[in-house]
């Protein structure tokens, strides 16, 4: 028979073991994973698809300077790679040289969609639309970005006017038989 001094020495020591023990358990449960889940859609690549589908019968390629044209370059390397800042960077450079072209604007306005700077985004490209042709695809792209930011916004309403404004960029040619 064990001495009582033993029996008041057992009972807690198997509590405490008991109870590390569930601690154990309970510290292999991997933490759910609480990291919010990506977009469902790329807005960047869907205000590129819209440019890409407008075939309008006006596409307005403006001659560009050979130092814009490597600014330009540059700026697409460094976002291909998701050098965001960089490619903003560089583009703010070549905006400082051609401040008023409308492609530069729109391409800055991207960037702008990357870093999350959304304001910036649409303002870009109602800057750009406003001194650009106004039909074609960089207008198509313009108003996609738009849609995008209103979307973010969570502005239906103003999403689906912008939308109505990305079809009206669209020039039909004179049907030839």
Same mark, same amino acid.
């Given at each position: 028979?064990?001495?009582?001094?033993?029996? $008041?020495? /057992?009972?807690?020591?198997?509590?405490?073991? $008991?109870?590390?023990?569930? #601690?154990?358990?309970?510290?292999?449960?991997?933490?759910?994973?609480?990291?919010?889940? @990506?977009?469902?859609?790329?807005?960047?690549?869907?205000?590129?698809?819209?440019?890409?589908?407008?075939?309008?019968?006006?596409?307005?390629? @403006?001659?560009?300077?050979?130092?814009? $044209?490597?600014? +330009?370059?540059?700026?697409?390397?460094?976002?291909?790679?998701?050098?965001?800042? %960089?490619? =903003?960077?560089?583009? %703010? +450079?070549?905006?400082? /040289?051609?401040? %008023?072209?409308? %492609?530069?604007?729109?391409?800055? =306005?991207?960037? =702008?969609?990357? /870093?999350?700077?959304?304001?910036?985004?649409?303002?870009?490209?109602?800057?750009?639309?406003?001194?650009? @042709?106004?039909?074609? @695809?960089? #207008?198509?792209?313009?108003? +996609?970005?738009?849609?995008?930011?209103?979307?973010?916004?969570?502005?239906?309403?103003?999403?689906?006017?912008?939308?109505?404004?990305?079809?009206?960029?669209?020039?039909?040619?004179?049907?030839?038989?």
């Amino acid at each position: 028979m064990p001495y009582p001094s033993q029996r $008041s020495f /057992l009972a807690p020591l198997l509590l405490a073991t $008991s109870l590390l023990a569930g #601690c154990g358990m309970l510290a292999t449960t991997p933490p759910p994973d609480t990291r919010p889940s @990506p977009p469902s859609y790329d807005p960047v690549a869907a205000i590129r698809a819209a440019g890409e589908r407008e075939k309008s019968v006006i596409d307005v390629n @403006p001659l560009r300077d050979p130092g814009i $044209s490597a600014l +330009q370059d540059a700026a697409r390397r460094d976002e291909q790679v998701g050098k965001y800042a %960089d490619a =903003a960077a560089t583009l %703010d +450079q070549a905006l400082r /040289l051609n401040p %008023d072209s409308p %492609d530069l604007l729109q391409e800055r =306005a991207e960037v =702008a969609v990357h /870093l999350k700077d959304f304001s910036v985004a649409e303002k870009l490209a109602h800057k750009s639309w406003s001194l650009g @042709p106004r039909l074609g @695809p960089l #207008c198509a792209r313009n108003w +996609q970005t738009v849609v995008e930011m209103r979307l973010q916004a969570r502005d239906a309403n103003g999403a689906a006017t912008a939308r109505k404004w990305v079809t009206q960029c669209h020039k039909a040619g004179v049907p030839r038989y």
